[in-house]
Protein backbone atom coordinates (compact mmCIF):
# COMPACT_ATOMS: atom_id res chain seq x y z
CA UNK A 1 0.00 0.00 0.00
CA UNK A 2 1.17 3.27 -1.42
CA UNK A 3 1.27 6.27 1.76
CA UNK A 4 0.47 9.50 1.20
CA UNK A 5 3.15 12.46 1.08
CA UNK A 6 4.92 14.01 3.86
CA UNK A 7 3.06 16.90 5.47
CA UNK A 8 4.95 20.04 5.47
CA UNK A 9 6.78 19.43 2.35
CA UNK A 10 5.50 21.56 -0.54
CA UNK A 11 5.05 20.58 -4.08
CA UNK A 12 8.19 22.77 -5.21
CA UNK A 13 10.73 20.56 -3.31
CA UNK A 14 9.08 17.93 -4.90
CA UNK A 15 8.62 19.12 -8.61
CA UNK A 16 10.20 17.28 -11.16
CA UNK A 17 12.97 19.15 -13.84
CA UNK A 18 13.12 17.20 -16.92
CA UNK A 19 16.27 18.56 -17.90
CA UNK A 20 17.17 16.28 -14.89
CA UNK A 21 14.97 13.45 -14.77
CA UNK A 22 14.83 13.35 -18.31
CA UNK A 23 17.48 11.84 -20.23
CA UNK A 24 16.74 13.29 -24.07
CA UNK A 25 15.92 16.65 -22.25
CA UNK A 26 19.14 16.36 -20.19
CA UNK A 27 20.90 15.52 -23.75
CA UNK A 28 19.44 18.47 -24.99
CA UNK A 29 20.28 20.73 -22.33
CA UNK A 30 23.89 20.40 -22.91
CA UNK A 31 23.03 22.81 -25.88
CA UNK A 32 22.30 25.86 -24.28
CA UNK A 33 24.35 25.16 -20.94
CA UNK A 34 23.29 22.06 -19.25
CA UNK A 35 20.47 21.00 -16.67
CA UNK A 36 18.36 23.32 -14.68
CA UNK A 37 20.23 24.70 -12.13
CA UNK A 38 19.11 25.75 -8.83
CA UNK A 39 18.36 29.78 -9.14
CA UNK A 40 16.32 28.18 -12.29
CA UNK A 41 14.29 26.08 -9.83
CA UNK A 42 12.56 28.99 -8.70
CA UNK A 43 10.58 29.41 -11.60
CA UNK A 44 8.62 25.93 -9.79
CA UNK A 45 7.36 28.02 -6.62
CA UNK A 46 4.18 27.98 -5.97
CA UNK A 47 2.62 31.81 -6.77
CA UNK A 48 3.31 34.54 -3.79
CA UNK A 49 6.59 32.54 -2.94
CA UNK A 50 8.68 34.69 -4.30
CA UNK A 51 8.77 37.49 -7.13
CA UNK A 52 9.11 35.94 -10.45
CA UNK A 53 6.38 36.22 -12.46
CA UNK A 54 7.27 33.72 -15.23
CA UNK A 55 6.63 30.51 -13.23
CA UNK A 56 6.32 27.26 -15.11
CA UNK A 57 2.58 27.50 -15.01
CA UNK A 58 2.19 31.04 -16.55
CA UNK A 59 5.05 29.44 -18.95
CA UNK A 60 3.29 26.70 -20.23
CA UNK A 61 0.11 28.28 -20.16
CA UNK A 62 1.43 31.22 -22.42
CA UNK A 63 3.34 28.44 -24.62
CA UNK A 64 -0.46 27.03 -25.35
CA UNK A 65 -1.90 30.82 -26.37
CA UNK A 66 1.63 31.16 -28.79
CA UNK A 67 0.47 27.21 -30.19
CA UNK A 68 -2.82 27.99 -30.97
CA UNK A 69 -1.91 31.68 -32.36
CA UNK A 70 0.08 30.21 -34.84
CA UNK A 71 -2.56 27.38 -35.36
CA UNK A 72 -5.04 30.55 -36.14
CA UNK A 73 -2.56 32.23 -38.89
CA UNK A 74 -1.31 28.55 -40.37
CA UNK A 75 -5.38 28.32 -41.08
CA UNK A 76 -5.86 32.16 -42.29
CA UNK A 77 -5.80 31.05 -46.03
CA UNK A 78 -8.82 29.35 -45.68
CA UNK A 79 -10.59 31.85 -43.36
CA UNK A 80 -12.52 33.25 -46.13
CA UNK A 81 -14.11 30.13 -47.39
CA UNK A 82 -12.92 31.00 -50.84
CA UNK A 83 -11.26 27.97 -51.37
CA UNK A 84 -9.72 28.40 -55.12
CA UNK A 85 -7.07 26.36 -56.81
CA UNK A 86 -7.42 24.13 -54.23
CA UNK A 87 -5.69 26.24 -51.46
CA UNK A 88 -6.57 24.47 -48.70
CA UNK A 89 -5.06 21.51 -49.16
CA UNK A 90 -1.71 23.13 -50.92
CA UNK A 91 -1.66 25.55 -47.94
CA UNK A 92 -2.52 22.64 -45.76
CA UNK A 93 -5.25 25.06 -44.41
CA UNK A 94 -8.24 22.69 -44.82
CA UNK A 95 -10.90 22.42 -41.90
CA UNK A 96 -14.08 20.76 -41.56
CA UNK A 97 -15.55 23.85 -39.35
CA UNK A 98 -15.57 26.70 -41.75
CA UNK A 99 -16.49 23.56 -44.75
CA UNK A 100 -19.25 22.11 -42.54
CA UNK A 101 -20.72 25.52 -41.69
CA UNK A 102 -22.22 25.30 -45.81
CA UNK A 103 -23.08 21.44 -45.78
CA UNK A 104 -24.72 21.44 -42.54
CA UNK A 105 -27.15 24.07 -44.04
CA UNK A 106 -25.95 26.40 -40.94
CA UNK A 107 -25.71 29.53 -43.21
CA UNK A 108 -29.20 28.72 -43.92
CA UNK A 109 -30.83 28.68 -40.81
CA UNK A 110 -31.00 24.80 -40.76
CA UNK A 111 -31.05 23.68 -36.60
CA UNK A 112 -29.46 20.68 -36.46
CA UNK A 113 -31.00 17.13 -36.40
CA UNK A 114 -34.38 19.02 -37.00
CA UNK A 115 -33.87 20.30 -39.98
CA UNK A 116 -30.95 18.22 -41.36
CA UNK A 117 -29.36 15.08 -40.74
CA UNK A 118 -25.62 15.64 -38.68
CA UNK A 119 -22.95 13.02 -39.01
CA UNK A 120 -21.71 13.68 -35.55
CA UNK A 121 -22.66 12.91 -32.19
CA UNK A 122 -25.70 15.14 -30.75
CA UNK A 123 -23.37 17.20 -28.46
CA UNK A 124 -21.05 18.24 -31.28
CA UNK A 125 -24.30 19.09 -33.56
CA UNK A 126 -25.47 21.34 -30.72
CA UNK A 127 -22.48 23.08 -30.13
CA UNK A 128 -22.43 23.39 -34.12
CA UNK A 129 -25.94 25.21 -34.07
CA UNK A 130 -25.24 27.15 -30.88
CA UNK A 131 -22.36 28.89 -32.42
CA UNK A 132 -23.80 28.48 -35.65
CA UNK A 133 -27.47 29.91 -35.86
CA UNK A 134 -26.67 33.35 -34.00
CA UNK A 135 -24.02 33.78 -36.78
CA UNK A 136 -26.49 33.43 -39.64
CA UNK A 137 -29.01 35.67 -37.79
CA UNK A 138 -26.37 38.50 -37.70
CA UNK A 139 -26.28 37.50 -41.61
CA UNK A 140 -29.24 38.20 -41.94
CA UNK A 141 -29.57 41.61 -40.29
CA UNK A 142 -25.77 42.46 -42.15
CA UNK A 143 -25.91 40.79 -45.57
CA UNK A 144 -21.86 42.13 -45.83
CA UNK A 145 -19.97 39.77 -43.13
CA UNK A 146 -18.90 36.65 -44.05
CA UNK A 147 -20.49 34.06 -41.99
CA UNK A 148 -18.57 31.50 -42.53
CA UNK A 149 -15.79 33.64 -41.17
CA UNK A 150 -17.30 34.88 -38.42
CA UNK A 151 -18.23 31.25 -37.44
CA UNK A 152 -14.65 29.89 -38.04
CA UNK A 153 -13.18 32.82 -36.02
CA UNK A 154 -15.86 32.16 -33.17
CA UNK A 155 -15.16 28.28 -33.17
CA UNK A 156 -11.82 29.30 -32.92
CA UNK A 157 -12.08 31.16 -29.50
CA UNK A 158 -14.08 28.55 -27.57
CA UNK A 159 -11.87 24.93 -29.04
CA UNK A 160 -8.40 27.44 -27.71
CA UNK A 161 -10.37 28.15 -24.66
CA UNK A 162 -11.83 24.33 -24.06
CA UNK A 163 -7.56 23.48 -25.54
CA UNK A 164 -6.58 25.98 -22.59
CA UNK A 165 -9.14 24.51 -20.23
CA UNK A 166 -7.16 21.06 -20.86
CA UNK A 167 -3.66 21.89 -20.40
CA UNK A 168 -4.81 23.72 -16.85
CA UNK A 169 -6.30 20.29 -16.00
CA UNK A 170 -2.90 18.52 -16.98
CA UNK A 171 -1.41 21.27 -14.83
CA UNK A 172 -3.71 21.01 -12.17
CA UNK A 173 -2.92 16.97 -11.86
CA UNK A 174 0.41 17.17 -12.10
CA UNK A 175 1.50 20.57 -9.62
CA UNK A 176 4.91 18.57 -9.23
CA UNK A 177 5.74 17.49 -12.62
CA UNK A 178 4.25 21.04 -14.28
CA UNK A 179 6.41 20.94 -17.08
CA UNK A 180 4.53 17.96 -18.69
CA UNK A 181 2.09 19.95 -19.41
CA UNK A 182 4.52 21.58 -22.07
CA UNK A 183 4.84 18.30 -24.07
CA UNK A 184 0.70 19.41 -24.93
CA UNK A 185 1.17 23.29 -25.06
CA UNK A 186 4.46 22.63 -28.18
CA UNK A 187 2.89 19.22 -29.81
CA UNK A 188 2.95 19.77 -33.27
CA UNK A 189 -0.08 18.28 -33.18
CA UNK A 190 -2.06 20.64 -31.79
CA UNK A 191 -0.63 23.56 -33.66
CA UNK A 192 -1.76 21.70 -37.10
CA UNK A 193 -5.08 20.22 -35.95
CA UNK A 194 -6.74 22.17 -33.40
CA UNK A 195 -9.57 23.97 -35.31
CA UNK A 196 -9.62 20.75 -38.14
CA UNK A 197 -12.69 19.52 -36.12
CA UNK A 198 -15.20 19.67 -32.93
CA UNK A 199 -12.51 16.91 -30.98
CA UNK A 200 -11.28 19.75 -28.45
CA UNK A 201 -15.23 19.75 -27.42
CA UNK A 202 -15.15 16.08 -26.36
CA UNK A 203 -11.18 16.60 -24.95
CA UNK A 204 -11.55 19.61 -22.89
CA UNK A 205 -14.98 17.83 -21.24
CA UNK A 206 -12.77 14.50 -21.45
CA UNK A 207 -10.12 16.41 -19.19
CA UNK A 208 -12.17 17.91 -16.85
CA UNK A 209 -14.28 14.52 -16.26
CA UNK A 210 -10.56 13.33 -15.26
CA UNK A 211 -10.01 15.93 -12.74
CA UNK A 212 -13.63 15.51 -11.12
CA UNK A 213 -12.17 11.33 -11.34
CA UNK A 214 -8.91 12.75 -9.20
CA UNK A 215 -10.74 15.25 -7.16
CA UNK A 216 -12.62 12.07 -5.77
CA UNK A 217 -15.87 13.31 -7.01
CA UNK A 218 -17.18 10.15 -9.30
CA UNK A 219 -20.52 11.65 -9.59
CA UNK A 220 -19.54 14.79 -11.44
CA UNK A 221 -17.15 12.64 -13.20
CA UNK A 222 -19.24 10.36 -14.80
CA UNK A 223 -21.18 13.40 -15.94
CA UNK A 224 -18.61 15.29 -17.43
CA UNK A 225 -17.09 12.38 -19.13
CA UNK A 226 -21.13 11.48 -20.48
CA UNK A 227 -20.81 15.03 -21.82
CA UNK A 228 -17.69 14.15 -23.31
CA UNK A 229 -18.92 10.96 -24.99
CA UNK A 230 -22.18 12.28 -26.43
CA UNK A 231 -19.83 14.84 -28.24
CA UNK A 232 -17.36 12.19 -29.52
CA UNK A 233 -17.74 8.52 -28.42
CA UNK A 234 -14.16 7.78 -27.32
CA UNK A 235 -13.91 9.56 -24.04
CA UNK A 236 -16.92 6.92 -22.53
CA UNK A 237 -13.79 4.31 -22.93
CA UNK A 238 -12.19 5.75 -20.13
CA UNK A 239 -15.08 3.96 -17.75
CA UNK A 240 -13.66 0.96 -18.61
CA UNK A 241 -10.07 1.33 -16.96
CA UNK A 242 -11.80 2.97 -13.98
CA UNK A 243 -14.06 -0.08 -13.31
CA UNK A 244 -11.02 -2.12 -13.57
CA UNK A 245 -8.81 -0.47 -11.08
CA UNK A 246 -11.80 0.02 -8.74
CA UNK A 247 -12.45 -3.92 -9.02
CA UNK A 248 -8.81 -4.39 -8.05
CA UNK A 249 -8.96 -1.30 -5.52
CA UNK A 250 -12.19 -2.68 -3.85
CA UNK A 251 -13.66 1.01 -4.37
CA UNK A 252 -16.80 -0.26 -6.89
CA UNK A 253 -19.60 1.83 -5.42
CA UNK A 254 -17.20 4.76 -6.75
CA UNK A 255 -16.38 3.62 -10.27
CA UNK A 256 -20.31 2.35 -10.79
CA UNK A 257 -21.51 6.16 -9.64
CA UNK A 258 -19.50 7.37 -12.42
CA UNK A 259 -20.52 4.74 -14.87
CA UNK A 260 -25.03 5.34 -13.93
CA UNK A 261 -24.28 9.14 -14.50
CA UNK A 262 -22.41 9.15 -17.33
CA UNK A 263 -25.01 6.52 -19.25
CA UNK A 264 -27.74 8.74 -17.68
CA UNK A 265 -26.12 11.98 -19.24
CA UNK A 266 -25.38 10.29 -22.57
CA UNK A 267 -29.00 8.90 -22.93
CA UNK A 268 -30.36 12.69 -21.30
CA UNK A 269 -28.20 14.79 -23.97
CA UNK A 270 -29.65 12.42 -26.42
CA UNK A 271 -33.17 11.96 -26.30
CA UNK A 272 -34.08 15.94 -27.30
CA UNK A 273 -32.72 14.69 -31.31
CA UNK A 274 -33.29 10.93 -31.23
CA UNK A 275 -37.06 11.22 -30.10
CA UNK A 276 -38.78 13.71 -32.44
CA UNK A 277 -35.68 13.00 -35.27
CA UNK A 278 -34.82 9.97 -35.32
CA UNK A 279 -33.86 9.34 -38.65
CA UNK A 280 -31.75 12.81 -38.56
CA UNK A 281 -30.06 11.83 -35.12
CA UNK A 282 -29.74 8.36 -36.55
CA UNK A 283 -26.81 9.75 -39.90
CA UNK A 284 -24.09 9.44 -37.41
CA UNK A 285 -24.35 5.65 -36.51
CA UNK A 286 -25.46 4.57 -40.37
CA UNK A 287 -22.18 6.65 -41.37
CA UNK A 288 -19.87 4.60 -38.85
CA UNK A 289 -21.78 1.25 -39.68
CA UNK A 290 -21.45 1.65 -43.93
CA UNK A 291 -18.21 3.40 -44.15
CA UNK A 292 -15.40 1.46 -46.16
CA UNK A 293 -11.79 1.29 -45.39
CA UNK A 294 -11.01 5.18 -44.38
CA UNK A 295 -6.93 6.81 -45.61
CA UNK A 296 -4.11 6.27 -42.71
CA UNK A 297 -5.81 2.96 -41.03
CA UNK A 298 -4.35 -0.21 -40.51
CA UNK A 299 -6.83 -2.17 -42.92
CA UNK A 300 -5.33 0.59 -45.73
CA UNK A 301 -1.94 -0.13 -45.15
CA UNK A 302 -3.34 -3.83 -45.91
CA UNK A 303 -4.79 -3.11 -49.07
CA UNK A 304 -1.89 -1.56 -50.49
CA UNK A 305 0.31 -4.69 -49.23
CA UNK A 306 -2.76 -6.67 -51.30
CA UNK A 307 -2.08 -5.05 -54.74
CA UNK A 308 1.63 -5.40 -54.00
CA UNK A 309 1.32 -9.23 -53.26
CA UNK A 310 -1.32 -9.95 -55.92
CA UNK A 311 -0.97 -6.90 -58.47
CA UNK A 312 -3.02 -6.44 -61.80
CA UNK A 313 -4.88 -9.65 -60.52
CA UNK A 314 -8.44 -8.28 -60.01
CA UNK A 315 -10.41 -11.36 -59.92
CA UNK A 316 -7.91 -12.54 -56.46
CA UNK A 317 -8.64 -9.96 -54.36
CA UNK A 318 -6.52 -10.59 -50.78
CA UNK A 319 -8.29 -10.19 -47.64
CA UNK A 320 -7.76 -6.72 -46.88
CA UNK A 321 -9.10 -5.83 -50.17
CA UNK A 322 -12.40 -8.46 -49.42
CA UNK A 323 -12.86 -6.62 -46.09
CA UNK A 324 -13.40 -3.41 -47.91
CA UNK A 325 -15.85 -5.04 -50.19
CA UNK A 326 -17.48 -6.82 -46.95
CA UNK A 327 -18.19 -4.09 -44.32
CA UNK A 328 -20.37 -5.55 -42.22
CA UNK A 329 -17.77 -8.20 -41.33
CA UNK A 330 -14.93 -5.33 -41.06
CA UNK A 331 -17.13 -3.74 -38.79
CA UNK A 332 -17.12 -7.10 -36.56
CA UNK A 333 -13.38 -7.73 -37.15
CA UNK A 334 -12.62 -4.26 -35.90
CA UNK A 335 -14.71 -4.29 -32.91
CA UNK A 336 -13.27 -8.05 -32.02
CA UNK A 337 -9.88 -6.99 -32.40
CA UNK A 338 -10.52 -3.65 -30.32
CA UNK A 339 -12.80 -5.43 -27.57
CA UNK A 340 -9.93 -7.86 -27.13
CA UNK A 341 -7.32 -5.23 -26.93
CA UNK A 342 -9.57 -4.06 -24.03
CA UNK A 343 -9.45 -7.50 -22.54
CA UNK A 344 -6.11 -7.46 -22.65
CA UNK A 345 -5.72 -3.97 -20.68
CA UNK A 346 -7.92 -5.33 -18.29
CA UNK A 347 -5.91 -8.50 -17.55
CA UNK A 348 -2.26 -6.07 -17.45
CA UNK A 349 -4.57 -3.82 -14.79
CA UNK A 350 -4.99 -7.38 -12.63
CA UNK A 351 -1.86 -8.83 -13.17
CA UNK A 352 0.21 -5.87 -12.74
CA UNK A 353 2.55 -6.08 -9.69
CA UNK A 354 1.64 -2.94 -8.70
CA UNK A 355 -2.12 -1.18 -9.90
CA UNK A 356 -2.00 0.67 -12.68
CA UNK A 357 -2.19 4.65 -13.18
CA UNK A 358 -5.52 5.43 -14.68
CA UNK A 359 -4.03 7.89 -17.58
CA UNK A 360 -1.77 4.97 -18.56
CA UNK A 361 -4.72 2.29 -18.86
CA UNK A 362 -6.58 5.21 -20.50
CA UNK A 363 -4.03 5.72 -22.99
CA UNK A 364 -3.94 2.13 -23.90
CA UNK A 365 -7.76 1.74 -24.16
CA UNK A 366 -7.93 4.63 -26.34
CA UNK A 367 -5.22 4.16 -28.84
CA UNK A 368 -6.33 0.65 -29.31
CA UNK A 369 -9.63 1.92 -30.70
CA UNK A 370 -7.51 3.87 -33.06
CA UNK A 371 -5.09 1.21 -33.96
CA UNK A 372 -8.00 -1.06 -34.86
CA UNK A 373 -10.44 1.34 -36.05
CA UNK A 374 -11.78 1.45 -39.74
CA UNK A 375 -11.25 5.28 -39.56
CA UNK A 376 -8.34 7.56 -38.40
CA UNK A 377 -9.12 11.09 -39.11
CA UNK A 378 -5.89 13.46 -39.24
CA UNK A 379 -7.47 15.44 -36.02
CA UNK A 380 -7.70 12.05 -34.13
CA UNK A 381 -4.34 12.83 -32.60
CA UNK A 382 -5.73 14.71 -30.25
CA UNK A 383 -7.26 12.44 -28.51
CA UNK A 384 -4.14 10.76 -27.67
CA UNK A 385 -2.44 13.73 -27.09
CA UNK A 386 -3.36 14.64 -23.26
CA UNK A 387 -3.39 10.96 -22.36
CA UNK A 388 -0.22 10.32 -23.51
CA UNK A 389 1.33 13.29 -21.65
CA UNK A 390 -0.26 12.02 -18.15
CA UNK A 391 0.57 8.56 -19.37
CA UNK A 392 3.95 8.90 -20.06
CA UNK A 393 6.17 12.09 -20.24
CA UNK A 394 8.98 11.48 -21.53
CA UNK A 395 9.94 13.81 -24.97
CA UNK A 396 12.46 10.60 -26.65
CA UNK A 397 9.11 8.58 -27.93
CA UNK A 398 6.91 11.75 -27.70
CA UNK A 399 8.91 13.69 -30.14
CA UNK A 400 9.22 10.54 -32.67
CA UNK A 401 5.40 10.09 -32.11
CA UNK A 402 4.75 13.90 -33.05
CA UNK A 403 7.32 13.78 -35.65
CA UNK A 404 5.54 10.88 -37.55
CA UNK A 405 2.15 12.60 -36.88
CA UNK A 406 3.55 16.01 -39.03
CA UNK A 407 4.84 13.34 -41.70
CA UNK A 408 1.28 11.88 -41.82
CA UNK A 409 -0.25 15.64 -41.82
CA UNK A 410 1.82 16.27 -44.69
CA UNK A 411 1.50 12.91 -46.67
CA UNK A 412 -2.03 13.13 -46.14
CA UNK A 413 -2.55 16.49 -47.45
CA UNK A 414 -0.54 16.05 -50.93
CA UNK A 415 -3.15 12.53 -51.12
CA UNK A 416 -5.95 14.85 -51.12
CA UNK A 417 -4.46 16.99 -53.32
CA UNK A 418 -3.78 14.43 -55.74
CA UNK A 419 -7.26 13.24 -55.35
CA UNK A 420 -8.85 16.60 -55.97
CA UNK A 421 -6.51 17.17 -59.36
CA UNK A 422 -7.02 13.52 -60.56
CA UNK A 423 -3.02 13.92 -60.32
CA UNK A 424 -1.43 11.92 -58.43
CA UNK A 425 1.32 14.37 -55.56
CA UNK A 426 3.46 11.60 -54.37
CA UNK A 427 3.58 8.19 -54.71
CA UNK A 428 1.32 5.49 -53.17
CA UNK A 429 4.31 3.66 -51.35
CA UNK A 430 5.07 7.57 -49.33
CA UNK A 431 1.45 7.78 -47.90
CA UNK A 432 1.48 4.48 -47.16
CA UNK A 433 4.63 4.47 -45.12
CA UNK A 434 4.05 7.90 -43.60
CA UNK A 435 0.80 5.97 -42.26
CA UNK A 436 2.84 3.39 -41.02
CA UNK A 437 5.21 5.40 -38.64
CA UNK A 438 2.09 6.80 -37.56
CA UNK A 439 0.83 3.62 -36.33
CA UNK A 440 4.31 2.23 -35.38
CA UNK A 441 4.89 5.19 -33.29
CA UNK A 442 1.66 4.56 -31.65
CA UNK A 443 2.30 1.17 -31.05
CA UNK A 444 5.46 2.02 -29.49
CA UNK A 445 4.27 4.41 -27.10
CA UNK A 446 1.55 1.56 -26.02
CA UNK A 447 4.71 -0.91 -25.34
CA UNK A 448 6.62 1.53 -23.53
CA UNK A 449 3.73 2.07 -21.20
CA UNK A 450 3.18 -1.55 -21.07
CA UNK A 451 6.50 -1.74 -19.73
CA UNK A 452 6.15 1.00 -16.94
CA UNK A 453 3.39 -0.85 -15.63
CA UNK A 454 4.76 -3.81 -15.61
CA UNK A 455 8.06 -2.38 -13.74
CA UNK A 456 6.97 0.91 -12.24
CA UNK A 457 9.78 1.88 -10.57
CA UNK A 458 10.21 3.11 -14.68
CA UNK A 459 7.08 5.25 -14.17
CA UNK A 460 8.38 8.59 -14.24
CA UNK A 461 5.37 9.67 -12.08
CA UNK A 462 5.89 7.53 -9.93
CA UNK A 463 9.21 8.60 -9.26
CA UNK A 464 7.46 12.08 -8.15
CA UNK A 465 4.28 10.75 -6.78
CA UNK A 466 3.53 7.85 -3.85
CA UNK A 467 0.89 6.28 -6.30
CA UNK A 468 -1.48 7.80 -8.84
CA UNK A 469 -2.23 11.71 -8.98
CA UNK A 470 -5.00 11.08 -10.98
CA UNK A 471 -6.83 8.28 -8.75
CA UNK A 472 -8.95 10.26 -6.90
CA UNK A 473 -10.13 7.49 -3.78
CA UNK A 474 -7.90 5.04 -5.34
CA UNK A 475 -4.90 7.12 -5.04
CA UNK A 476 -3.04 5.20 -2.22
CA UNK A 477 -5.51 2.73 -1.53
CA UNK A 478 -4.67 -0.53 -0.57
CA UNK A 479 -5.95 -3.73 -3.41
CA UNK A 480 -8.83 -5.63 -2.41
CA UNK A 481 -8.89 -8.61 0.06
CA UNK A 482 -10.67 -10.34 -2.51
CA UNK A 483 -7.46 -9.34 -5.04
CA UNK A 484 -5.10 -9.87 -2.01
CA UNK A 485 -6.40 -13.67 -1.78
CA UNK A 486 -5.99 -14.85 -5.19
CA UNK A 487 -2.61 -13.32 -5.68
CA UNK A 488 -1.52 -15.46 -2.83
CA UNK A 489 -3.08 -18.30 -3.87
CA UNK A 490 -1.62 -18.05 -7.28
CA UNK A 491 1.54 -17.31 -6.33
CA UNK A 492 1.55 -20.36 -4.25
CA UNK A 493 4.54 -23.10 -5.02
CA UNK A 494 2.04 -26.05 -6.39
CA UNK A 495 2.38 -28.71 -3.66
CA UNK A 496 4.96 -32.07 -3.87
CA UNK A 497 3.38 -35.45 -5.06
CA UNK A 498 3.32 -37.98 -2.10
CA UNK A 499 6.21 -39.70 -2.24
CA UNK A 500 8.56 -37.31 -4.27
CA UNK A 501 10.60 -36.53 -1.67
CA UNK A 502 11.43 -40.33 -1.09
CA UNK A 503 12.68 -40.52 -4.94
Not at 41 to 48: F, H, M
Not at 298 to 327: H, V
Not at 373 to 398: E, M, T, Y
Request: hydrophobic share 50%.
Amino acid sequence: MSTQPTAGIDDAERSDHPSRSDGFVRGASQLIGGPLGDHAAALDRPAGSERRFWTAVRIVLALTCLTLALHWVQKSPCQDGAWQNNIQYTRFCYTDVLALYYAEGLNEGKVPYRDHPVEYPVLTGYFMGVLGLPVHALGVDDPGINQGMWFYNLNVLVLGALAIVTVAVILALRRRRPWDAALFALAPALLLTATVNWDLLAIGLGALGLLAWARSRPALAGVLLGLAGAAKMWPLFVLGPILVLALRAGKMRAALTAFGTAALTVVAVNLPAAVPYRENWDRFFELNSTRPIDWGTLWYIGRYLDGKINPGSPTEQGPFEWLNANIPTLNYLSYALFGLACLGVAALALLAPRRPRLAQLAFLVVAAFLIFSKVWSQQFVLWLLPLAVLARPRWGAFLAWQIAEVGYFAAFYAELLGSATSRPVIPEGVFVLASTLRLATVVLLCVLIVRDVLHPERDPVRATYPDDPDGGMLDGAPDAPWYTRWRQRSAAPEPEPVGAAAT
